[in-house]
């Protein structure tokens, strides 16, 4: 079974750090894409940040852009995000999400992990 | 960036009956449209890829159509499952992979 499962959110202060993890199983990891998206109460689903399977392709949201790292480590079969300068924004359900094989798309996504930036 | 706009933003329908939601993009996007479900507190869930094709899984009462802007998700014989809210993506231009603001439905 395909199964994505994220972690890594929690409280943090406005400016302050995390580092979102998402765990790959029931796939060959390093041949598909990854995605993460967030679900904030303002602005619904928001596409964040792709990365490639193992070209190096990756984009972000302007959003997020020089603040946030999307990473892999196919050996480890896991996703991550590397978010600085958090704002309270940012605040939201953060899900990493399997990548089409011909087009973007998400399938499946994970189960989401919670950030709140709030002093 | 392309914008999604879908619509109605919400509504509201009876078990059996027949639902439509609509959604437009701000350019031709060929038919590089998908269509996800979200129930409460779950993420979401792949129903229609390349605007018509129903992902393995999905009951056959979900379909889509259209192409270029304009596109449709509908739903036949509603059942109380159903109640979610539903949004469109776009993956014709990117960056950015933009959604459509969603559009809850309620079984009444």
């Known amino acids: 079974e395909v199964q994505l499962v994220e972690s890594g959110g929690g409280l943090v202060q406005p400016g302050g750090s995390l580092r979102l993890s998402c765990a790959a199983s029931?796939?060959?990891?390093?041949?598909?894409?990854m995605n993460w998206v967030r679900q904030t109460p303002g602005k619904g689903l928001e596409w964040i940040s792709y990365i490639s399977g193992t070209n190096g392709t990756i984009y972000y949201a302007d959003s997020v852009k020089g603040r946030f790292t999307i990473s892999r480590d196919n050996a480890k079969n896991s996703l991550y995000l590397h978010m600085n300068s958090l704002r309270a924004e940012d605040t939201g359900v953060y899900y990493c999400?399997?990548?089409?094989?011909?087009?973007?798309?998400?399938?499946?996504w994970g189960q989401g992990t919670l950030v709140t930036v709030s002093s | 960036d392309i914008q999604m706009t879908q619509s109605p933003s919400s509504l509201s329908a009876s078990i059996g009956e027949r639902v439509t939601i609509t959604c437009r993009a701000s350019q031709s996007i060929n038919s590089y449209l998908n269509w996800y479900q979200q129930r409460p507190g779950k993420a979401p869930k792949l129903l229609i890829y390349?605007?018509?094709g129903l992902q393995s899984g999905v009951p056959s009462r979900f379909s889509g159509s259209g192409s270029g802007t304009d596109f449709t998700l509908t739903i036949s014989n509603l059942q109380p499952e159903d109640s979610a809210t539903y949004y469109c993506q776009q993956s014709y231009d990117v960056p950015p992979i933009t959604f459509g603001q969603g559009t809850r439905l309620e079984i009444k």
């Open positions: 029931g796939f060959t990891f390093s041949t598909y894409s």
């Open positions: 390349t605007a018509s």
């Open positions: 999400a399997r990548d089409g094989v011909f087009v973007h798309l998400f399938d499946p």
